[in-house]
């Protein structure tokens, strides 16, 4: 039976101070050298600095945000330092300290705990029945995979998961593998992050990506910035909201929590922000209610087309005639509504007064130009995907994509996260794609879609996915439900875990499992033919090129490629027709098989080493052609909801700290939030806390509750918090035990990570 890590005493208890009013400056600029210093020493670690993001340096390996065109010598941020130091640590893990440590010891330990022990060295195989891991060859862990994948009667008894940090080529190799096999079960951590985006936008607009680039952003009148902290999350974004700023535009914030990065930003690029007073980013600050962002814009779409009645300039009525469908059904709609019953639904479902909406409304009346961007605040929830439809449909009313200065903005997590869908890693690419891939490399794709993220955990719940494969990531931990989770995880046959770094995921395993040590982003990758480089694509669909800087701090570790395509070989056989070892000697010929394959590529390995790459087409940007199955933009219908909690009950989010990146967990501070020295806490707006008698510094049990029956996070300290009312928040990934597996968003079957029901309990673990 699985057991959940124990809580380090030294991590429950947090001291609380007051949240933060403006983010960066110079505390940020003494917390990167610190982290980077510490951790990968100053000989290591000055160079990397130096090299993130510069146009002959590596791709960050933290977020997607792009980088500007003429770039910044110190082009990166507090918590892109913070990542460069964890992957370039010299610490190591190493076959004793295996052998020191049985999995049920790691299976004990915290997050945190794991990722401190450093680097992974060697392939590691933890034995059926066996207490601890032990050194295999990279042979003999081929063998064994190879051995287990034979024994499958289907080839759908393999899940291939990836994370979002794999280079465009790997990816390009790891998908082909796996559908070379038979399954398209390739579920990635897209589906718990922006899989709501794709669906909304490939429906409207008829692609799954955002329509702007930075100049966009620069030239906006209006940037709505809607479940999102780029404070923390995407720090290098405040750069070019305080630019948007300084030309003119105006930011409008919606979000349940006043993020210190949306308020002020100190810009360490310049004198003014290091020692100055720096910038105020958000003009209006609209504190929603967990899920009213459906309510909030389908209010604006309903007081746009009413405004039209009297002023018929207010909506684009060139644009919406020429290059959308579906107007009629959708003005019908919004007309229907009886005004006075629907501003008061929108105020009840939003928290907000009738007055913010005014405000709003006139920003949006005054700017010709408008981006919206959003996060995860937005696609975590039942119904996100009609949330990102209707703001698409409040965009094409006044034609606010496809021009400049305008657009949607879904800001991507992982820096590569884009990139592996553009390659092939999603359970249903289209059949053009499959087409492609199967002329190129003579072979008939499997058609039926594949399992993507919760429906691979059912299916190995259910003995119907018995080998489990991932490309980085860390699948227990990330995932929802991380109780049903870990026991569907221990059901499976065979899991192996391609990674750079311990973590949760290598303790809860299948009756056997294999760690494979795989070079990072920072790591230096040469081959016979020479210095290797990857590609990666950013969150705004620029292709660029990534060279690892640092030796790499074993010769048993391998690439990423070199990983897949000697287990494509292992498992396929000599006979099998792809040239695995020709392709993964020379990433020059994987680039040009991709440039056969994937549309935009042409002339890839020229284009890649351009200083700052290139830009892929994108119809709805380039030329306000939209290939959805009309051939038009589509204003679709959608009904408003929101989720309610219910007396006693508050919705809870679970987000990240300033200290993590996903469920790596740098340190123990939220600095920006007041948080330090600890993790379990939950921030509960004062008047909700009276209301139900949460004392500031009291601990108690989270519970939540699902049709299925209730789960439990245990020992909480309440922290008071001005959050909107009715919510509450607490951090990822010690909640995702809350989340329920079946819990998911319509359509994208993405996780509803943001609005979870909770109530509070007494604490059933206080510490002895
Ligand atoms: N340093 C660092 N950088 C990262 C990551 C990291 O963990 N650490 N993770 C990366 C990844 S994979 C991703 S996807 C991104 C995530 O980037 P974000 O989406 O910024 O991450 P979260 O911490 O989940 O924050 C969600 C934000 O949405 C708000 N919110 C929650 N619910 C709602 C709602 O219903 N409506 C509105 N309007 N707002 C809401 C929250 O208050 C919070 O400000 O960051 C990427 N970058
Ligand atoms: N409750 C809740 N759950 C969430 C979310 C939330 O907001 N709330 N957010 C969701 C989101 S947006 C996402 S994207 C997922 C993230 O889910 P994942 O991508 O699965 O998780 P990460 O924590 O980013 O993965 C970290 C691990 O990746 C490995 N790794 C790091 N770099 C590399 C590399 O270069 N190569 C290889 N092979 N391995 C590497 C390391 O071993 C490290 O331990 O979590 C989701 N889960
Ligand atoms: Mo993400």
Redesign the pocket.
Same mark, same amino acid.
């Given at each position: 039976m699985s057991k959940a890590p124990q809580h380090d005493p030294a991590q429950d208890a947090p001291d609380v101070g007051h949240p933060k009013r403006h983010a960066v400056g110079l505390p940020a600029v003494v917390n990167s050298l610190r982290f980077v210093g510490g951790r990968a020493g100053l000989k290591r670690g000055l160079p990397l600095l130096r090299a993130i993001n510069q146009t002959d340096g590596y791709d960050c390996p $933290?977020?997607?945000w792009p980088e500007p065109g003429h770039r910044h010598p110190a082009e990166f941020c507090e +918590?892109?330092a @913070?990542?460069v130091a964890e992957e370039a640590t010299r610490l190591t893990v190493d076959r004793d300290f295996f052998a020191s440590h049985p999995v049920a010891d790691l299976a004990d330990k915290s997050g945190y705990w794991l990722g401190q022990q450093g680097r992974l060295t060697e392939p590691m195989y933890l034995a059926e029945g066996a207490t601890h891991y032990t050194p295999v060859t990279w042979d003999e862990a081929f063998a064994r995979i190879a051995a287990e994948l034979a024994d499958l009667d289907d080839p759908d008894g393999v899940a291939f998961y990836t994370s $979002?940090r794999t280079g465009n080529e790997a990816a390009f190799l790891y998908q082909l593998f796996a559908r070379r096999l038979g399954t398209n079960n390739l579920p990635d951590?897209s589906n718990m992050?922006?899989e709501s985006s794709g669906s909304a936008l490939a429906e409207t607009i008829g692609i799954g990506k955002g329509s702007v680039t930075l100049d966009d952003l620069y030239q906006a009148d209006l940037i709505i910035v809607?479940?999102? +902290? =780029?404070g923390? +999350?995407?720090?290098r974004m405040l750069t070019a909201l305080e630019k948007a700023k300084r030309a003119g535009a105006r930011i409008a914030t %919606?979000? =349940? &929590?006043p993020?210190a990065g949306m308020q002020r930003f100190k810009n360490p690029q310049t004198a003014r922000g290091l020692a100055g007073r720096g910038t105020e980013l958000t003009d209006l600050f609209l504190q929603? @209610?967990?899920?009213?962002?459906l309510a909030l814009f389908s209010a604006l779409n309903r007081a746009l087309l009413r405004a039209a009645d009297t002023d018929p300039a207010v909506l684009d009525r060139d644009f919406i005639d020429a290059h959308t469908h579906g107007f009629d059904a959708f003005a019908a709609h919004h007309a229907e509504a009886d005004d006075a019953a629907a501003l008061a639904d929108t105020l009840q479902r939003t928290g907000l007064s009738a007055d913010e909406i005014e405000r709003l409304l006139a920003m949006v009346l005054a700017a010709d130009r408008i981006v919206v961007c959003?996060?995860? $605040? &937005?696609?975590?929830?039942r119904h996100a995907v009609p949330t990102i439809r209707e703001i698409v449909s409040f965009l094409l009313l006044r034609g606010n994509i496809g021009r400049p200065g305008a657009g949607v903005c879904p %800001? #991507?997590?992982?820096s590569n %996260?884009q990139g592996d869908r553009t390659m092939g890693i999603w359970e249903r690419m289209p059949d053009s794609f499959l087409d492609a891939l199967g002329t190129e490399f003579d072979f008939a794709p499997p058609r039926d879609h594949g399992l993507d993220t919760v429906d691979t955990i059912r299916a190995m719940r259910d003995g119907r996915v018995k080998v489990f494969l991932a490309m980085g990531g860390n699948f227990v931990s990330a995932t929802p439900d991380s109780r049903a989770t870990e026991e569907a995880m221990r059901r499976c046959r065979l899991t192996v875990h391609v990674s750079t770094k311990l973590n949760r995921s290598h303790a809860v395993t299948g009756a056997h499992a294999l760690i494979l040590p795989a070079l990072g982003r920072t790591d230096i990758d040469a081959t016979a033919s020479g210095e290797q480089f990857v590609t990666v694509e950013d969150s705004m669909g620029i292709v660029h090129a990534s060279h690892g800087r640092v030796p790499a701090l074993s010769e048993h570790m391998r690439s990423e490629v070199a990983i897949v395509a000697g287990l494509a070989r292992a498992v396929l056989g000599e006979a099998d027709t792809v040239p695995w070892e020709d392709l993964a000697a020379d990433y020059d010929r994987i680039r040009d098989r991709i440039e056969r394959v994937v549309p935009g590529f042409a002339d890839y390995n020229a284009r890649a080493r351009r200083p700052g790459g290139f830009t892929l087409p994108h119809a709805p940007r380039d030329e306000r052609r939209f290939p959805t199955a009309t051939g038009k933009a589509k204003f679709t219908v959608n009904p408003v909801t929101s989720p309610e909690a219910g007396p006693g009950r508050l919705l809870l989010?679970?987000? #990240?700290s300033?200290d993590?990146? +996903?469920t790596?967990i740098y340190g123990l501070n939220d600095r920006y939030r007041g948080i330090h020295h600890g993790r379990r806490i939950v921030l509960v707006n004062p008047e909700d806390a009276a209301e139900l008698g949460l004392a500031d510094g009291d601990y108690r049990d989270l519970v939540s509750e699902w049709t299925d029956g209730d789960r439990r996070a245990p020992h909480f300290r309440i922290v008071h918090y001005p959050?909107a009312r009715g919510?509450a928040?607490a951090y990822?990934p010690e909640t995702n035990v809350l989340v329920p597996l079946d819990s998911v968003a319509e359509t994208s079957n993405t996780p509803t /990570?943001? /609005?979870i029901v909770v109530r509070f309990e007494p604490d059933s673990q206080p510490e002895q």
């Open positions: $933290g977020c997607a +918590n892109g @913070k990542a $979002g951590c992050c922006h809607a479940g999102q +902290n =780029p923390t +999350n995407h720090p %919606v979000n =349940p &929590l993020e929603i @209610k967990v899920g009213g962002d959003w996060a995860m $605040g &937005l696609t975590q929830h %800001v #991507r997590g992982h %996260v989010q679970t987000l #990240r300033h993590q990146f +996903n790596t959050t919510c928040a990822y /990570s943001k /609005s």
